[in-house]
């Protein structure tokens, strides 16, 4: 079976542009979350969705917004970037949003901003 | 919030040697734990995690953890390290009240020295 799929690998920015990513969970996954790993820290939680509506959001100003499509499948959307925004951002899809379900992450999408 | 705590964000053992790796959490109501193990260049990939029940929880690739209410800890040990062990490994819970969004610990880089 597929995993979580992001697009794109990588990608390259300059400050002030704005940035889509996309996710793919795995089939039969209804919720997904967003995670952002700043290198050499752990993952920071964004944004967690669960049947097209947002059932979490962490501490991140409001250039950060996401949404989820009847597929499932998500995007992350980044205004007006910063430097500080250059991250590896990871999609994690599960089941349904209950506390004891792990969660299956992708490879990441490597964002630099320059 | 919930808040993970790992100690020594570089550890070094020997091949063949116990590894220990350490997490503590904060809260006061036991959070759900997990421990997740990233390649270079990778996602995260879960080694095992702790919901319920006996307290002692085998992994895989012959890793283990115990949860300790007493010591609100979840440390992840394994008999003998092996070359492929080398890793970044994070500590994350989960709020048994407000779903699977993760709080992660700033992960622990482990070196495997042949």
């Known amino acids: 079976d597929a995993g979580v799929t992001q697009s794109p690998t990588h990608l390259i920015k300059t400050r002030g542009q704005q940035v889509t990513l996309r996710c793919s969970p795995i089939?039969?996954?209804?919720?997904v979350s967003w995670y952002q790993q700043v290198l050499g820290q752990g993952p920071q939680f964004i944004f967690q969705?669960?049947?097209?509506?947002?059932?979490g959001r962490g501490n991140f100003p409001d250039r950060f917004s996401a949404r989820q499509f009847p597929n499932y499948s998500s995007e992350l959307n980044v205004n007006a970037l910063l430097l500080g925004d250059s991250a590896l951002y990871l999609c994690?899809?599960?089941?349904?949003?209950?506390?004891?379900?792990?969660?299956?992450f992708g490879p990441g999408t490597r964002l630099t901003v320059l | 919030a919930q808040s993970v705590t790992q100690l020594g964000s570089h550890v070094s053992v020997s091949e063949g040697a116990l590894v220990l790796l350490r997490c503590n959490y904060s809260?006061?109501?036991?959070?759900?734990l997990f421990w997740y193990v990233q390649y270079p260049n990778q996602g995260l990939q879960l080694l095992l995690k702790?919901?319920?029940?006996?307290?002692l929880v085998k992994g895989i690739n012959g890793f283990e953890a115990e949860f300790k209410k007493s010591e609100t800890s979840f440390h992840l040990t394994k008999p003998s390290a092996h070359m492929s062990d080398a890793a970044e490994y994070f500590c994350?819970?989960?709020?048994?009240?407000?779903?699977?969004?993760?709080?992660f610990g700033t992960g622990t880089s482990l070196t495997v020295i042949p």
């Open positions: 089939s039969g996954h209804k919720s």
């Open positions: 994690a899809s599960s089941p349904s949003p209950s506390s004891y379900n792990e969660q299956f």
């Open positions: 969705y669960y049947e097209k509506e947002e059932r």
């Open positions: 994350a819970v989960s709020d048994r009240d407000t779903g699977n969004q993760f709080y």
């Open positions: 809260s006061s109501v036991p959070p759900y």
């Open positions: 702790y919901t319920t029940g006996a307290t």
